[in-house]
């Protein structure tokens, strides 16, 4: 009988990982606690509690809060209301792939500005701008960048937002990853220095489960309420349900308690993962990442990743092509996603992937 397949593709924790008592026990209190906000349609700002919860931790109003069916609605409705066709956009070079889908079926005009370890290339940037690009949005995913795993440090956040200063442009700081560093330090979100404008997303998904969608846009109260209106046309209101056993978990203290889980459990797969890389593919190049789920690996020049991908299927083992990041080039770039194969699946995993490589 075959192996059972080792995914690095999906980014996604294990169940091993998910607090499930916890919030079970947080759907119990939601639904003893406020069972009419829990079960009501409510409105499309979010759950109130929760609201009031985020705006908190942010420091901000809640009325620049909104809160979604998870962060990539929240992306969703502020293209929907910032970016039209022939709209210029900057991403960082790779960027997630579906960030990208959304732009181009929006029919944006999409500038990738190359990603180093410590974050977009904001000298290559200011070039760009120079040159007489126009954008009207920057989205970056500044802590452990999915695909990359690259962090964007604190001289760079600076120089971006004066860059956003000068050229007049939105920064969409979409930070789902944040609250999973394992080494580092933290750097403060770029909303806290600029909340007119930067606009911030995360997600519960990460930390809670991918299964409770709830997700979050914090902004200028004037474009989250236009947003607010956005989300009315859609749904009238987000899951109210989720919301409120979110709530419950974060304010009983389970969130942080969950967060210490995850991110024990993710440090040592990465290390696994570090050192069978090194071990098994001494060809590849990467950073290991101060936290999240991704690393981005970069084989030798001229390696088909492609082939790679069918030869390492065959073995049972499956990643995400680069060129999925990316609007050209990347051939010889994989991402693997660590958060959902325990250490002994990553060992076995990368072997796997190792014998593919040796196969080509």
């Given at each position: ?26 759907a119990v209190r939601a639904f003893a606690n406020d069972p009419a906000g829990t079960t009501a349609y409510g409105t499309s700002i979010g759950y109130p509690r929760l609201r009031a919860w985020i705006a908190e931790r942010h420091g901000v109003e809640p009325e620049r809060v909104l809160v979604t ?292």
């Amino acid at each position: 009988m075959a192996s059972p397949t080792i995914s690095f593709a999906r980014g996604a924790p294990s169940l091993d990982i998910i607090d499930v008592e916890g919030l079970r026990d947080a759907a119990v209190r939601a639904f003893a606690n406020d069972p009419a906000g829990t079960t009501a349609y409510g409105t499309s700002i979010g759950y109130p509690r929760l609201r009031a919860w985020i705006a908190e931790r942010h420091g901000v109003e809640p009325e620049r809060v909104l809160v979604t069916n998870g962060s990539m609605q929240a992306d969703a409705f502020l293209f929907e209301q910032l970016i039209g066709s022939g709209d210029e956009v900057i991403v960082e070079r790779p960027t997630y792939d579906r960030t990208l889908l959304s732009l181009r079926a929006r029919g944006a005009r999409v500038h990738a500005v190359e990603l180093a370890p410590d974050g977009i290339d904001t000298d290559a940037l200011a070039t760009l701008l120079s040159e007489g690009a126009k954008p009207k949005l920057a989205h970056i995913i500044p802590n452990f960048q999915n695909p990359a795993g690259y962090t964007l440090s604190r001289a760079k956040r600076q120089a971006l937002l004066e860059l956003a200063r000068k050229h007049e442009f939105v920064v969409f700081e979409d930070d789902p990853y944040v609250e999973l560093r394992f080494s580092g330090e933290r750097l403060e979100t770029m909303l806290s220095q600029d909340p007119e404008r930067v606009v911030y997303a995360s997600s519960f998904s990460k930390t809670v489960c991918p299964g409770i969608r709830v997700g979050y846009l914090v902004g200028p109260t004037e474009l989250i309420a236009q947003i607010a209106k956005l989300a009315t046309g859609t749904y009238i209101s987000p899951n109210m349900v989720s919301q409120s056993i979110v709530y419950e978990f974060c304010a009983s203290g389970a969130l942080e308690r969950s967060i210490e889980t995850v991110k024990t459990a993710l440090t040592k797969r990465l290390r696994t993962l570090d050192v069978a890389l090194r071990r098994e593919l001494p060809e590849a190049e990467f950073v290991a990442p101060e936290g999240g789920y991704f690393m981005w690996v970069t084989l030798p020049q001229g390696t088909d990743v492609a082939a790679l991908f069918k030869a390492a299927a065959e073995r049972g083992v499956a990643f995400v092509k680069g060129t999925d990041f990316l609007m050209e080039g990347g051939e010889n770039t994989l991402r693997l996603a660590y958060s959902g194969v325990t250490p002994e699946e990553v060992d076995e995993g990368v072997s796997r992937l190792a014998d593919a490589y040796r196969s080509l």
